[in-house]
């Protein structure tokens, strides 16, 4: 008994038997579309046919059967796709009537940008998953209480006038005066020494050491709105850390799988470290790889033997150096990327003996070279192990760490000028090696007093009639704005004040002089109060002092009335005890 089997006949080869089994034996859904397709070409784009054409007729099974050998049946008509077309209409146009002109008049869909005042009195601000749920949990409270509920409009008119109210306030306010030189603007990426950036690789600076990295080569997929801390700014603030690769401070690090810290420059140099995620560019792993004899190699520009080194690229060249000592002397480092996050990428240092011409034509590779082992022979710096705090060895500035030489002007310094010289050495270095806290962690935003009492006069939250002490529930989600503000390292809820905040209540930039003259009248009066209010203080003190000595007055008469017999023997008894 043979069974049948649906679906085109089993073909067979023309040597072998019918039960001899062949690739053909696989069903039609397994085999590849070169099988019944040969002569198709995927990179050709496809026609567009009409389909309510009637010329085209839908093919029979026969049809199937030869098309599917590989004839295709002939296209008779295609269509491309249609051209945009449009029609200018005149601001001005005449009637069909008379000849009279009429103003065109634009639609009311029309997309028009709203002007500030518009802007402050619109809600932009709307909940989130996180606003819910506070709003819930808080709408529970008040519903154990009867006090009634507060609305999701509410809570959103609430938060935006706060967020517009706060953001006039402190735009006024004086910034903070930073004796730090400013960031360059084509300052370098630390990892790639590249400055240019592009709108998805863009330069960041971290808002604690100042570190320059790009996007891809510290692994920054997107940046966060507010402010931006490096790794080791995020970890480890105050506490400062150390390469296991090379003696140098500062730079981009990253940790390690062993908990331990690494410049991510020289994970990326050294042959045998990898990094796990090759989008976050981080954590340094295969670190156990790195064979004894790298981390026995001495760096011949420091003349240290601190963790591992690379060797120049020349093939009968053994020459080691630190991948930090090699980039601050301006060795030949080139990197060549293939691919993306450094997957691909090929990776070339040469010493000074080898490097290229090129190269060379640029950058005097041998003065440097010299230079950078002159700086780290000094006794001083070899005695205090002091690392360079320049990117280049032609930045440093030697006035900073003086050479302890049997000169007549190091004779004739005195101590104030070795104690500034002392503060010059530690204070950069400290800088470098740690972020101090107090530069992003400003605390939380309060919203002060007279912003409250303009919250509670909205129009929203007076027509709010089943609420019960609204005081209470400005105040409240006023607190929950601040630690939300926080949480988000002070970065406004406002998307539009965030982006742009030149844009938000600019016309309230521009004073006119009847408005100065206010703001200096009411400055005036506000001297002459406390001028007043320094008086009154210093009076009322006045007055509790003369308190004072009255009752201690009284007390000592009343004293004499109620206890006349030990007024009268006190004296008595010191003088038989003298």
């Known amino acids: 008994m043979t069974l049948e089997r649906r679906g085109r006949p089993r073909k067979l080869e023309s040597t072998g038997s019918p039960t001899t089994p062949t ?4 069903p039609r859904e397994e085999r590849s579309y070169k099988d019944f397709f040969p002569d198709l070409n995927i990179k050709e784009p496809l026609p567009i046919i009409n389909l309510s054409d009637q010329s085209i007729k839908s093919p029979s099974n026969d049809e199937y059967e030869t098309a599917s050998e590989g004839d295709l049946p002939p296209i008779e008509k295609t269509i491309k796709l249609p051209m945009a077309s449009f029609k200018r209409i005149d601001s001005i146009r005449p009637l069909a009537k008379d000849n009279e002109a009429q103003v065109f008049q634009r639609p009311e869909n029309h997309y028009i940008q ?16 996180q606003d819910q749920t506070w709003l819930q949990l808080y709408n529970e409270e008040r519903k154990k209480e009867k006090l009634g509920l507060v609305s999701g409009d509410l809570f959103e008119s609430i938060i935006d006038q706060l967020e517009k109210e706060w953001f006039d306030l402190i735009k006024s306010l004086p910034k903070k005066t930073n004796d730090e030189p400013p960031l360059p603007e084509d300052s370098k990426c630390a990892i790639c020494d590249d400055g240019e950036c592009e709108n998805s690789n863009a330069i960041v600076f971290c808002d604690g050491c100042n570190l320059a990295v790009h996007q891809d080569c510290y692994g920054i997929p997107y940046i966060p709105e507010g402010q931006w801390l490096c790794r080791k700014c995020m970890v480890s603030p105050e506490n400062p850390v150390s390469c296991i690769f090379c003696p140098g401070e500062g730079g981009a690090f990253k940790q390690t799988t062993t908990n331990q810290w690494g410049h991510l420059l020289c994970a990326i140099w050294i042959p045998e470290v990898g990094l796990s995620n090759s989008v976050y560019m981080e954590p340094i792993d295969n670190i156990e790889n790195v064979p004894k004899s790298r981390w026995k190699l001495t760096c011949y520009i420091c003349r240290r033997r601190h963790g591992a080194c690379i060797q120049c690229d020349n093939k009968n060249c053994f020459v080691a150096f630190h991948v930090t000592c090699a980039r601050w002397a301006r060795l030949c480092m080139r990197m060549k990327l293939h691919g993306t996050h450094y997957d691909g990428v090929v990776l070339k240092a040469y010493c000074e003996r080898h490097t290229p011409k090129d190269y060379k034509e640029v950058v005097n590779v041998d003065k440097l070279v010299v230079d950078a082992q002159r700086w780290f022979m000094d006794p001083k710096r070899k005695r205090d192990n002091l690392m360079p705090r320049k990117r280049y060895i032609d930045e440093e500035d030697d006035d900073a760490y003086p050479a302890l030489t049997n000169t007549v002007d190091s ?19 400290s800088k470098a090696a740690r972020a101090h806290q107090h530069q992003y962690s400003a ?10 009492d303009k919250l509670e006069r909205l129009k929203s939250v007076k027509q709010a009639t089943n609420l019960k002490k609204k005081s209470q529930v400005v105040t409240n989600i006023c607190r929950y704005w601040s630690l939300k503000r926080e949480s ?13 905040p030149w844009t938000a209540s600019a016309s309230q930039l521009k004073q006119s002089e009847v408005e100065k003259a ?8 506000l001297r002459a109060d406390l001028e007043k209010l320094r008086l009154l203080s210093e009076q009322v003190q006045k007055r509790e002092k003369l308190k004072l000595d009255r009752l201690r007055k009284q007390k000592a008469y009343l004293e004499t009335i109620f206890y006349p017999i030990e007024i009268v023997m006190r004296p008595v008894i010191d003088e038989l005890m003298e």
Do not use: C, N, W
């Open 23 to 26: 690739f053909e034996e696989k």
């Open 114 to 129: 709203p002007s500030e005042s518009e802007l402050f009195e619109t809600v932009e601000y709307d909940m989130d998953e």
């Open 411 to 429: 004779t004739k310094s005195t101590k104030k000028q070795r104690r500034q010289q002392a503060v010059s050495q530690l204070l950069p270095a």
């Open 443 to 452: 605390g939380a935003p309060i919203a002060p007093e007279f912003i409250l």
């Open 488 to 500: 988000r390292r002070g970065a406004p809820l406002l998307k539009r004040l965030h982006l742009e």
């Open 518 to 525: 206010h703001k200096a009248s009411s400055m005036i009066t």
